[in-house]
């Protein structure tokens, strides 16, 4: 059996014989070392079916061909029918169960195991009331932005940068597609943590304070502010009453 690609089908005996309508979506990976690449479809069953060391030429006859498989279809199928079985496909390669996918950040609505879906548009536009939104899974992260990718025909241009700062689920995509790592926002430092502290300085009653060393807790003394000033070191004006005064 020899391999077929077209508008219709891909064959690549012994890996796979379909038609393209039994496949979602595909894409590929190459090898730095031997510059060969491993074709990767995904099918409508769930099922994942990879096919390794071909040379770039029959992936992008296989890129191509699927292209063309999907411009063949109505607009009204591409855009209408793939939004009504788009959460079916996310079900199927997450392994998510409906109520998983129901509470992520982005609604998916499959009600009574029928695929489904509601609002596919928010996840396509910021939403600044999910700033603060928990991390997606990184699996379902990457899955979820692999069929994006496919939506989009390949023109990853198009799709808009994510917010700094900004956890929603369209910045976390973006940043997927984009390979744009998260930014990590640092808490701020108060002015009291910026200064380096010489001496704890503790008052255990009138005019009477215990100096310690920060950083050699048995290196302590007793600073006495009455008449006469004394300290514990045995100096009249050691830095440790200048300490107390200052502090």
């Known amino acids: 059996m020899k391999v077929k690609i077209d508008e219709t089908l891909i064959c690549i005996p012994p890996h796979i014989s379909a038609t393209w309508d039994q496949v979602?979506?595909?894409?590929?990976?190459?090898?730095?070392?031997?510059?060969?690449?491993?074709?990767?479809?995904?099918?409508?069953?769930?099922?994942?079916?990879?096919?390794?060391?071909?040379d770039s030429s029959l992936v992008d006859i296989a890129f191509s061909a699927h292209m063309k498989h999907m411009e063949k279809k109505p607009a009204a199928d591409r855009v209408e029918g793939g939004s009504k079985t788009f959460?079916?496909?996310?079900?199927?390669?997450?392994?998510?169960?409906?109520?998983?996918?129901?509470?992520?950040p982005i609604r998916f609505g499959i009600s009574g195991g029928m695929p489904g879906m509601e609002n596919l548009e928010s996840a396509f536009q910021h939403?600044?009331?999910?700033?603060?939104?928990?991390d997606m899974p990184p699996e379902v992260l990457e899955k979820i932005s692999q069929m994006a990718k496919m939506m989009m025909g390949g023109d990853l241009g198009s799709f808009p940068k994510p917010e700094p700062h900004?956890?929603?689920?369209?910045?976390?995509?973006?940043?997927?597609?984009?390979?744009?790592?998260?930014?990590?926002?640092?808490?701020?430092?108060s002015d009291e943590e910026l200064t380096f502290r010489t001496w704890d300085i503790k008052e255990t009653s009138e005019n009477m304070y215990v100096v310690t060393s920060p950083l050699d807790s048995k290196e302590?003394?007793?600073?006495?502010?009455?008449?006469?000033?004394?300290?514990?070191?045995g100096h009249a004006d050691c830095e440790h009453i200048k300490a107390v005064l200052y502090s």
Do not use: W
Not at 28 to 37: G, M
Not at 88 to 102: A, F, I, K, N, W
Not at 127 to 134: F, G, L, T
């Open 220 to 233: 302590q003394y007793t600073v006495f502010l009455g008449t006469p000033v004394g300290c514990t070191c």
């Open 127 to 134: 939403n600044q009331e999910q700033v603060s939104a928990p």
């Open 24 to 54: 979602t979506f595909i894409h590929s990976e190459e090898d730095p070392e031997t510059k060969k690449f491993t074709l990767i479809l995904h099918l409508r069953d769930g099922k994942i079916v990879q096919i390794p060391q071909l």
């Open 166 to 189: 900004c956890n929603c689920t369209h910045c976390q995509l973006a940043r997927a597609i984009h390979n744009i790592p998260k930014t990590i926002e640092e808490e701020p430092v």
């Open 87 to 104: 959460g079916g496909m996310l079900q199927q390669l997450t392994g998510l169960s409906p109520e998983q996918l129901t509470g992520m």
